[in-house]
């Protein structure tokens, strides 16, 4: 189990002996014990608790086929798990409809969009002042379309006039508070004067929406002397799982260290027991947890981000334990009385930090987001958007 296929050989199910084998490579790290829960920091609750042992039990019941594939080394997860540029609504809007909030595209009148678009070739074209000229009729034609405000900071972001782009910002801002780029472009501006302490706030804004959002990484690069620093959240959702058939599933790791192993073992189980958590599977008898298995199977269709986060939350909790418990047990151990190798890994120290400040389910969401469900983001809720600009604030982007 804890070998390493080559990509598309298709591993059987593990037989009775293998699974001996590969509990005795992670026996050592076995979560028999509660010696250390990481989340008890946070006053989270406890999660469910599954050993190595009990999740390759598990995958042997399943009778599921499965592989664990680990990139290689020049292939890393952190290019795989980019945000790409692109944004799915382009203009975001959140629209109330009875009690569910629905995200879609905002659209400015008629003239207004007519008028956007034929500013928007001036613009590409270099021509800034038929570029405002336009953005502003379309202002005037309609007066909330904050997207024109917007573009009209850009022209005068493009003409060194940072005063007039930063009132247009903020207009657009204060019509649309939930555009991520805005608050980037804002940022820059702020950056432009030589006020860092207004784009590091305009900054953590921009990834509270929209994690990892290529454009302030790329702004904080092309400012060396801004002292800010962002952390790399991405190394939060490492993982990648692949259905290639009704049976067959592919988990993607980042090495075969003991915790990812056991990540991604439990992942594998998650998929292959019929779409349902590891802590259904003592607490119900055949007919409901076939019953379970359909209705997760229904909500992981509806809901693939919260499917996502509740499958993070628990096997990340598992290999974090595994990773403590076997950093704790090398650390504890008297000098050459233990030999047992240990490589610190900072995607778990990120995330004990997260446990440690109280950000665990923030940081598993900033991890899926930023990977996969970046405009789940906008529909999690005031407060909890709140909580998540507090994680950016506290463990994403700081002052140096």
């Known amino acids: 189990m804890t070998s390493s296929p080559t990509a ?11 699974i001996a084998r590969a509990v005795s490579v992670l026996a050592f790290f076995t979560l028999a014990a509660f010696a250390l829960d990481p989340l008890q920091a946070a006053d989270e609750p406890e999660l469910p608790w599954r ?5 390759l039990a598990l995958l042997e019941k399943s009778k599921i086929e499965y592989r664990i594939e680990l990139p290689k ?7 795989q798990l980019r945000e790409p540029p692109g944004d799915v609504t382009g203009r975001p809007q959140l629209i109330a409809s009875g009690d569910t909030v629905d995200l879609t595209t905002w659209v400015c009148n008629d003239e207004a969009e ?7 070739v001036a613009f590409g074209n270099g021509d800034m002042e038929a570029a405002q000229s336009g953005y502003r009729n379309a202002v005037r034609s309609d007066a909330d379309c904050y997207i ?39 940022g820059h501006a702020h950056l432009r004067n030589g006020d860092a302490d207004l784009a590091l706030a305009d900054f953590q804004q921009a990834l509270a929406l929209r ?12 400012y060396p002397g801004a002292p800010l620093q962002m952390a790399d959240a991405r190394l939060l959702a490492p993982i990648r799982l692949t259905r290639t058939g009704r049976r067959v599933i592919e988990v993607e790791i980042f090495d075969d260290s003991p915790p990812w192993i056991a990540y991604g073992l439990c992942a594998a189980a998650w998929q292959g027991e019929g779409l349902a958590p590891l802590s259904e599977e003592g607490a119900l008898a055949k007919r409901e ?45 008297e000098s050459g009385e233990d030999s047992r190798p240990f490589t610190a890994d900072p995607a778990f120290e990120a995330l004990e930090r997260a446990v440690q400040s109280g950000f665990f389910d923030e940081a598993l969401l900033y991890g899926v987001a930023s ?30």
């Not at 994690?211 to 092309?222: C, D, G, K, T």
């Open 371 to 400: 990977q996969r469900f970046a405009q789940a983001m906008l529909l999690i809720g005031e407060t909890a958007r709140e909580r998540m600009l507090d994680f950016v604030e506290e463990l994403i982007l700081t002052v140096r």
């Open 211 to 222: 994690p990892h959002y290529w454009l302030v990484e790329a702004l904080l690069e092309n």
């Open 8 to 18: 598309g050989e298709r591993r059987r199910p593990a037989s009775p002996c293998r």
């Open 73 to 79: 080394a020049d292939d890393g997860f952190l290019s």
């Open 148 to 186: 024109a405000h917007s573009h009209l900071g850009d022209t005068f972001l493009r003409t060194d006039n940072e005063t007039m782009a930063l009132a247009h910002y903020s207009r657009a801002i204060e019509l649309n508070p939930i555009d991520h780029k805005t608050y980037a472009y804002r």
């Open 51 to 55: 050993s190595s042992a009990q999740i």
């Open 114 to 120: 007519a008028l956007l678009s034929d500013a928007e």
């Open 289 to 333: 947890l076939r019953k379970s298995r359909r209705t997760r199977a229904k909500e992981r269709d509806e809901e693939g981000a919260r499917f996502e986060l509740e499958l993070e939350r628990e096997c990340m909790a598992i290999a974090l334990q595994v990773y403590v418990d076997g950093r704790d047990s090398v650390e504890g151990s």
